[in-house]
């Protein structure tokens, strides 16, 4: 039964409800649940403490991991694209230069007024690969399966690069949660909630590049029309009424 599922209302779902209803035999031999002799009083308890072992495992899993994280250690097992794993130590990261390379010009395209749709299409003409497809190419450890244009980027993928502390050479712990060990779905922590540790790589991105950038992502603006973005978006104000100064144009004046 513990094979069958941890789950003791799913597992209680299937074994007394779908299972019946389809005409399915359901057997399990280690714990003697024959369907056809009918259902064991116990087999309803013994579900429970199959869910309470599960769930013992993962407080101590997860004890680890938070000792672990709170020690200094990476918790991720891929580095950020820019980074690899040290060959000489796994728990260290050292430059790609390749892969750092275009996380510079992403940084660069940021700072000229490029917001992240631009960046990626600039990517993409480019004929850049992608996070995914350059790790493929690489022979290195990936998590996402590959997509079908490996010089497509999204801009979600670059909001996410040019978010990135790590790339200032900083170790960031604890950025993500779950719910339940029975739940998949990740969840992200408030940046307070984040450990940081300083120093411990080499830095891709100078600091006061990276600040830069944040300052632009949070006073975003969409481009006008004619593909232009204010250079001075998010950083000029009204005096009346304290509102976010725009550039706009209007739709029928010619682009000279």
């Known amino acids: 039964m513990s094979r069958f599922g941890r789950n003791y209302l799913q ?28 259902d064991s009083e116990f087999t309803a308890i013994r579900n429970v403490f199959n869910e309470m072992y599960a769930k013992d495992t993962s407080k101590k899993i997860r004890a ?17 694209y820019g980074y690899k794993k040290d060959p000489e130590d796994k728990k260290k990261w050292i430059v790609d230069e390749a892969a750092a390379a275009v996380v510079q010009k992403i940084f ?5 007024g490029m917001g992240p749709t631009q960046i990626a299409k600039w990517l993409r003409t480019n004929k850049v690969l992608n996070p ?12 996402n399966k590959s997509t079908a244009d490996p010089y497509k980027w999204t801009n979600e993928t670059v909001s996410r690069m040019l978010e990135r502390v790590e790339y200032l050479g900083h170790t960031v712990n604890f950025k993500t949660t779950k719910q ?26 100078e600091e006061s590049v990276f600040l830069i950038v944040q300052n632009i992502r949070q006073g975003r603006r969409r481009p006008t029309k004619m593909g232009e973005m204010g ?24 682009p000279e």
């Open 64 to 80: 680890t991991w938070q000792s672990k994280g709170r020690s200094g250690e990476h918790l991720t097992t891929i580095p950020p």
């Open 132 to 143: 995914t497809a350059y790790a493929r190419a690489k022979g290195l450890p990936v998590s």
């Open 231 to 254: 250079m001075f978006s998010g950083l000029l104000f009204c005096s009346d009424c304290g509102g976010k100064m725009y550039l706009c144009r209007a739709n029928n004046f010619k």
């Open 108 to 112: 660069s395209l940021c700072v000229d």
């Open 11 to 38: 597992v209680g779902m299937y074994t007394e409800m779908l299972f019946p209803e389809y005409g399915v035999h359901f057997i399990a031999v280690n714990d003697g649940v024959d369907s056809v002799r009918g």
């Open 180 to 205: 339940s060990f029975k739940s998949k779905k990740k969840l992200w922590n408030d940046p307070s909630e984040w450990v940081i540790f300083e120093n411990t790589q080499e830095p891709i991105i």
